[in-house]
């Protein structure tokens, strides 16, 4: 499973396979158990893995779709993004990536995804910038609720059973976090209905 630990990593490797392979890395990129997806120096979408149609909800159109395989997406406080504005657009524009962003993916049936953008610029053997590669994060469980509220207990009994009061400061302090979380999207998910 791909976390947010080895998320880089996978997109190092896929940046390697690319530039190793050239248009055999499909066969690499594939089966990998998150979306990811290639595009032009112009961030026309060139290349999509199934799991992008799972994410996205939709299928990608190769050689029209631009800078992302979303349908619409939405900052984290609900404003709409455009697609020439998000991450992917931005690591194409500026030739760099883009880390510690969230955005949500609107499916064409409405429902939403949260996700962290991975993109990434791709530079030919020569130092020319080719396009881009992105992973898109699933976390959406992470973003619910129930499961920060699940975290900030599981903080409490950890800090119940230990003896170090920093340790327990600190998972008080995390504890408190979950729990702020839980209910600003508790709140945001009130909002929204």
Not at 111 to 116: G, L
Not at 121 to 141: I, K, M
């Amino acid at each position: 499973m791909i976390n947010s630990e080895t998320a880089g990593l996978v997109v190092q490797t896929a940046v390697e396979a690319i530039n190793a392979r050239g248009e055999s890395f499909h066969e690499i990129l594939d089966d990998l158990p998150a979306a990811i997806y290639v595009t032009d120096a112009e961030g026309t979408i060139t290349y999509f893995n199934k799991a992008c149609v799972e994410l996205a909800g939709r299928t990608p159109t190769v050689g029209t779709d631009k800078w992302c395989v979303t349908w619409r997406i939405f900052t984290t406080e609900g404003e709409y993004l455009p697609h020439d504005r998000c991450p992917m657009a931005v690591a194409i524009l500026e030739q760099r990536e883009v880390r510690d962003v969230e955005a949500i993916a609107q499916r064409p049936d409405g429902s939403r995804v949260h996700f962290v953008p991975y993109p990434t610029p791709l530079f030919d053997a020569d130092g020319h910038f080719a396009g881009a590669v992105n992973l898109l994060l699933d976390v959406t469980r992470q973003r619910k609720p129930e499961y920060l509220h699940e975290q900030a207990e599981r903080c409490r009994r950890l800090a119940a059973s230990m003896f170090d009061r920093d340790l327990i400061e600190t998972l008080q302090l995390m504890a408190a976090k979950y729990e702020a979380q839980s209910d600003r999207f508790s709140r945001d998910a009130e909002g929204s209905a």
